[in-house]
């Protein structure tokens, strides 16, 4: 019997949640009679796609093609690899694929992974594009043979509205990996300066509207004035990282609010911190959030999307109010205080073992078979 035949399409391969999720699921894949195969329509970093080659699997990247060549060559490449099961991370490609592929002779098991929470009202999409966002993903989830959500706050949004069949799986990270990285948090944090003595702050988002990292400035600023052994370290990149930039030093904060741009291996920043923030918008379900309870590191960010399934205020972090730099600031003072700081930290290390991904991936394992095997059936 052949090996089944899996395809994975993502938008990117670059250093955002969606695709570290990707990656860390399939490193752990089982991969028994099974083939991986990973598109990205572009690989803003070589980082990922080093790591599922280094993992035996095969990554084609179409960054080569411009787009919206390079969706007419994202469907000639999955109907070349003629895949048994397919799926999707991001709704655009599902859009261009799933009817092609619903027509093929040999025609896939359709699946898409949902990361997203996607609500209008606190996105800054206008009325038009939100609309028209919402219409693609409806049309899409109609099309899926199953539609999993990587938290319960995806599964109730709208980002899955008209899903026939809707599984729910919170994914997570290389726990065990968190932990080696942060038994060296003393040489990360020399690697990046960090002050003897400095409570270390750290927040890992892209520069986007939705991680609304404005907000974390002005609290940031509060913050330093109860509490100047306070180090602020903001990692990631993004259409807005230099306008944040303007805004530290417009306040007077560079040196104590570094904006460090793309960090390679970013996840050994988040074990190496004192806390964990957060700032966003909306969200689905963070991997960096992931990242620091597995290194026993404590979180303090909005209340948002699926963060409230992993953090619990008061025992290993705390949830603010959205929107509100004053909340913000509080919380994260709160978290600073030795008798909560120790407390949180010890919540987050007992918690590390429910965000490991080795679960996950038998999971996608087994679900793989099943929908496989009844499709020949």
């Known amino acids: 019997m052949r090996d089944l035949r899996v395809c994975e399409v993502v938008k990117t391969l670059d250093a ?6 990707l990656v860390e699921r399939l490193r752990r894949a089982p ?14 970093t070589g980082e990922l796609v080093e790591q599922l080659r280094a993992s035996g ?7 080569s093609n411009a787009r919206p060549l390079a969706y007419l060559h994202l469907v000639r490449t999955v109907h070349r690899l003629a895949p048994d099961v397919l799926n999707a991370h991001s709704p655009t490609p599902a859009a261009v694929l799933w009817p092609f ?3 093929a002779r040999r025609r896939p098991v359709l699946v898409s992974t949902v990361h997203y929470c996607r609500r209008p009202s606190t996105v800054r999409f206008g009325r038009l594009t939100a609309a028209v966002s919402l219409l693609l993903d409806y049309l899409v989830r109609r099309l899926d043979d199953r539609t999993v959500a990587v938290s319960s706050q995806v599964a109730s949004s709208p980002s899955v509205r008209g899903a026939r069949h809707l599984l729910t799986r919170v994914h997570g990270v290389d726990v065990i990996g968190q932990r080696s990285w942060a038994m060296r948090a003393g040489t990360v944090r020399r690697q990046f300066d960090v002050p003897e003595g400095a409570f270390l702050v750290v927040c890992v988002a892209n520069f986007r509207p939705e991680k609304n990292h404005a907000l974390l400035v002005r609290a940031a600023a509060e913050v330093l004035l109860a509490r100047p052994d306070a180090l602020f370290l903001l990692a990631g990149d993004g259409p807005l990282r230099e306008g944040i930039v303007r805004e530290t ?8 609010v570094r904006v460090l741009g793309p960090v390679r291996q970013a996840r050994r920043l988040v074990a190496a ?3 964990l923030v957060l700032s966003s918008h909306y969200e689905g379900l963070p991997v960096v959030v992931m990242e620091a309870l597995a290194a026993g590191v404590p979180v303090v960010s ?10 619990s205020s008061g025992w290993n972090g705390i949830l603010t109010e959205p929107g509100s730099p004053e909340a913000l600031a509080a919380g994260i003072l709160k978290a600073m205080e030795p008798s909560m700081h120790r407390r949180l930290r010890s919540g987050a290390a007992a918690g590390s073992e ?3 991904m080795a679960g996950t991936a038998e999971w996608f394992e087994h679900l793989y078979e099943e929908l496989a095997a009844a499709r020949r059936a």
């Open 273 to 275: 911190a004192d806390l």
């Open 57 to 63: 699997i095969t990554v084609v990247d179409l960054s």
């Open 101 to 103: 592929a619903r027509i």
């Open 354 to 356: 429910s965000v490991e």
């Open 16 to 21: 955002g949640g969606v695709e570290v999720l």
């Open 302 to 311: 909005t209340e948002v999307g699926g963060i409230p399934e992993l953090v």
């Open 249 to 256: 030093e417009r306040r007077g904060l560079e040196g104590r």
């Open 31 to 44: 991969r028994v009679n099974k083939d991986y195969t990973v598109v990205c329509l572009q690989a803003s």
